[in-house]
């Protein structure tokens, strides 16, 4: 059994409703538990491609969308009590995972969106896969 001293609460967050519930959660879990909470913000930039041309993106898009990113999720990690925050680029799923194994967490505690239909094939679903490959339990917050 983990000691509470080792609890580490890892929380995906994209900035909406459900991401921030699952935040407010993860944080009263840890305050109960003695645990600190990380927050880890994944991004994909979109790259698009046509037969005969290399992906290309904008000079310096990549640096501007980063220190954004970087802005936004320390932002937020201040805010709230000064947590912990990673920031991550690639999918965002793989990129949870990831994090998770590398910070030791305990426990995955993220928001889900609850698409169903055409959203959810489209856009998929970052928690469902993250449940799927997760190898510690994982806590999904809905947004209503």
Not at 54 to 60: A, I, R, S, V, W
Not at 76 to 92: N, S, W
Not at 124 to 137: D, I, L, T, Y
């Amino acid at each position: 059994m983990t000691t509470s001293a080792n609890v580490t609460l890892l929380v995906p967050i994209d900035f909406e409703t459900a991401s921030m519930k699952a935040l407010a959660l993860a944080k009263e879990l840890a305050a109960r538990l003695g645990g600190q909470v990380v927050l880890v913000h994944a991004y994909q930039l979109p790259v698009y491609t046509y037969p005969g041309l290399e992906p290309t993106l904008l000079p310096g898009f990549h640096t501007e969308v980063t220190a954004a990113a970087q802005r936004a999720v320390d932002q937020l990690a201040q805010q709230e009590g000064g947590l912990k925050a990673v920031l991550r680029q690639g999918d965002p799923a793989i990129e949870v995972l990831a994090a998770a194994e590398e910070l030791g967490a305990t426990m995955i505690v993220m928001g889900t969106h609850g698409r169903t239909g055409v959203a959810h094939l489209i856009l998929g679903s970052v928690a469902e896969k993250v449940v799927r490959k997760s190898p510690v339990p994982v806590l999904t917050v809905r947004a209503s």
